[in-house]
């Protein structure tokens, strides 16, 4: 069975992801804000770890430029590395592009998600650095089996979904939220582009989010007037 995935993420009243571009409320700086709020209402799922894309793993660790992929799926098994009782670090990432020095990702323990593509030699790398990994199919997007796989091999109960856009809309379009818990910033950024929660890249009549419906959990009122919103998502 795989592990509960709550969404939590922090955007402005417009929905963006950029608080680097927002002003800040009056007397604070936004990004300490952002940073003590969301670590502080995360702390509360009391989860087992979180869960990111690759683009956003590369801002802790870099990337490898254009790895080789072997030509053919090939199926191997998982690895579990050594995790110590830490909470995981897990990433996305289908082609092993990024540059784990050593299993630790912020005090967690690194797991990675790749595809049937990757090298032996990107595993036999990873397992010298003592990262965990687990597959997600031929071209590394089947998420339910893969996190079928975080629970079995690790033993996961819950993860956070920390974005990015893309992610999340990959793991809502997939029916893979079951909780959405959303901080709204005293802020605003307005311009067009700018990524949003969720960004799902189908063509004018998809529908990602078609009979998943959300039902209030709680909310709440913050420090600096931050609004936390949390969502059950109630399918069929």
Same mark, same amino acid.
């Given at each position: ?19 680097? *571009? ?23 799922? +009391? ?15 870099? /990337? #490898? ?9 090939? =199926?191997?098994?998982?690895? &579990? ?6 909470? %995981? ?5 289908? !082609?092993?592009?990024?540059?784990? +020095? ?9 797991? &990675?998600? %790749?595809?049937?593509? =990757?090298? @032996?030699?990107? %595993?036999?790398?990873?397992? /010298?650095? $003592?990262?965990?990994? &687990?597959?997600?199919?031929?071209? $590394? ?6 996190? /079928? ?5 690790? !033993? &996961? ?5 920390? $974005? ?11 029916? %893979?939220?079951? /909780? =959405? ?6 802020? #605003?950024?307005?311009?067009?582009? #700018? ?5 799902? @890249?189908?063509?004018?009549?998809? *529908? ?15 420090? @600096? ?6 969502? +059950?998502?109630?399918?069929?």
């Amino acid at each position: 069975m795989r592990p509960k995935i709550t969404c939590h993420m922090i955007t402005s009243l417009d929905g963006r992801l950029r608080p680097d *571009r927002w002003s800040g409320p009056a007397g604070a700086s936004m990004m300490d804000l952002v940073h003590r709020v969301y670590d502080d209402t995360a702390g509360q799922f +009391e989860a087992d770890g979180w869960i990111v894309g690759r683009k956003t793993m590369a801002d802790y660790l870099g /990337e #490898i430029p254009d790895p080789v992929l072997l030509d053919a799926p090939s =199926v191997r098994a998982p690895h &579990v590395g050594s995790r110590g009782g830490r909470n %995981l670090a897990v990433a996305i990432d289908p !082609s092993g592009r990024l540059r784990f +020095e050593d299993d630790n990702v912020d005090g967690d323990h690194a797991v &990675v998600i %790749l595809s049937q593509r =990757v090298p @032996d030699s990107t %595993l036999a790398r990873l397992r /010298e650095r $003592g990262v965990s990994y &687990v597959f997600a199919g031929a071209d $590394g997007h089947d998420l339910a089996d893969a996190l /079928e796989a975080v629970a079995d091999a690790l !033993s &996961v109960r819950h993860l956070i979904l920390q $974005g990015g856009a893309v992610i999340n809309g990959s793991f809502l379009a997939a029916g %893979l939220i079951d /909780e =959405v818990s959303t901080l709204i910033a005293p802020a #605003i950024d307005g311009l067009s582009g #700018i990524p949003a929660i969720f960004e799902h @890249d189908g063509g004018p009549d998809s *529908r990602p989010a078609a009979g998943q419906h959300l039902r209030l959990i709680s909310s709440q009122t913050l420090e @600096d007037g931050v609004i936390w919103l949390r969502h +059950e998502v109630r399918r069929g």
